[in-house]
């Protein structure tokens, strides 16, 4: 009996079951440890857009990578019609540095509206082709797919320890589990596994705390769209009802929001757009960690039975995707 183990639900861990069983490729068991109860997954707390901002092939390995992953995301968006995935128009624009911004974005253009958003003055803005992911409806959209190929055995626990001699997992209720290759995909959590790996990317990653605030019952008569000022976001969930204002990014492990900041992106936001935005104390803060690793590269490593699959720091939900295809590929090598 061959048994795969996957530590960690997040966008990961369910890209490696969705790819898992849409290549055909079968374990006869998957042990699929999420314990979002000991780990808030990242994923839940994400504003989850997928975008090129302003990469070009050729100039660096992780540009190539953005790429390659938006566009095996959109191949499957295509071919799969995912739950929570919608196609949107990504709005990216500068206030300073503008020689610079022009670079990035060649095609940037001065422009007082953004499709039916205005503008209270005209700003350099570049539109790109982008998806909005609703995390609440993709993540589960993702593992009841893979669950209609795979035999998959939800265990909600949380690891605590592996054995890598004879593969044994032991998690907080005592138990143990075996299985003959284990992944890790557990996020910012992967910190606590350095001792199991030398491998450089996995030493070096570190929690990355972002926050953003989310308004609920917002009924604009706009469409789904994603723009970001100054690296500020807005972004309309119109499916939901929902807009995300935020992300700050700081190098804190905690759970405390840096609210001044929060407030520092919403003014700005609401300096520039023509839109009424709901009261800031109205937003609902959400925090999350996210892993990164050096240069922001995602990492994929197999040691013996061991791998390793993480540092998801921009675009996770379109590198998971990717790196999980990969992995994959390098499972059926082993098996
Ligand atoms: C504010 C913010 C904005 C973001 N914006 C974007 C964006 O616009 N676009 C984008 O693509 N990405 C964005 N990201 C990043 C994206 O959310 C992450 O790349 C992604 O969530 C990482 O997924 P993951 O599966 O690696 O980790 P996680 O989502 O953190 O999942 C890890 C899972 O593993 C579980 N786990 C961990 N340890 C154990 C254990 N020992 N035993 C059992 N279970 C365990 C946890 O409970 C968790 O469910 C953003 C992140 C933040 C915080």
Request: hydrophobic content about 40%.
């Amino acid at each position: 009996m061959t048994t795969l183990a996957i530590i960690g639900g997040g966008i990961a861990g369910r890209s490696l079951l969705y790819a898992l069983s849409s290549h055909h490729f079968k374990y006869e068991e998957i042990l699929f440890f999420d314990s979002p109860e000991f780990a808030s997954p990242c994923a839940l707390n994400s504003t989850a857009i997928v975008a090129p901002r302003g990469v070009s092939a050729g100039h660096s390995p992780l540009g190539d990578l953005i790429l390659e992953g938006l566009a095996i995301f959109k191949q499957h968006c295509e071919k799969d019609h995912p739950a929570g995935v919608f196609p949107i128009s990504q709005y990216t624009g500068a206030l300073t540095k503008l020689d610079q911004f022009a670079r990035r974005y060649p095609t940037a253009l001065k422009v007082q509206n953004l499709g039916e958003i205005k503008l209270k003055a005209e700003v350099l803005f570049a539109e790109e082709e982008a998806f909005m992911i609703d995390p609440v409806l993709y993540l589960p959209w993702l593992t009841s797919q893979a669950e209609k190929k795979l035999s998959i055995r939800h265990i909600r626990e949380f690891v605590i320890g592996l054995d890598k001699a004879n593969s044994t997992i032991m998690t907080q209720n005592k138990a143990k589990y075996s299985a003959d290759h284990v992944v890790f995909a557990t996020g910012s959590m992967s910190k606590h596994w350095k001792d199991l790996s030398t491998h450089p990317k996995l030493n070096s990653s570190k929690a990355i705390q972002g926050s953003y605030l989310e308004f609920s019952n917002i009924h604009w008569e706009l469409p789904t769209f994603s723009i970001t000022l100054e690296g500020c976001n807005l972004i309309h969930r119109k499916h939901s009802g929902k807009v995300l204002i935020g992300s700050s990014t700081d190098e804190l492990a905690h759970n405390l929001p840096p609210i001044q900041e929060l407030k520092r992106i919403y003014e700005l936001l609401a300096n520039i757009l023509e839109l009424k935005l709901p009261a800031f104390d109205l937003g609902e803060v959400k925090v999350g960690h996210r892993e990164k690793a050096q240069k922001r590269e995602p990492y994929l490593f197999t040691e013996g039975n061991v791998s390793f699959m993480g540092g998801f720091y921009k675009n996770g939900y379109s590198l998971s995707l990717r790196q999980s295809k990969s992995l994959v590929d390098q499972l059926r090598e082993l098996v």
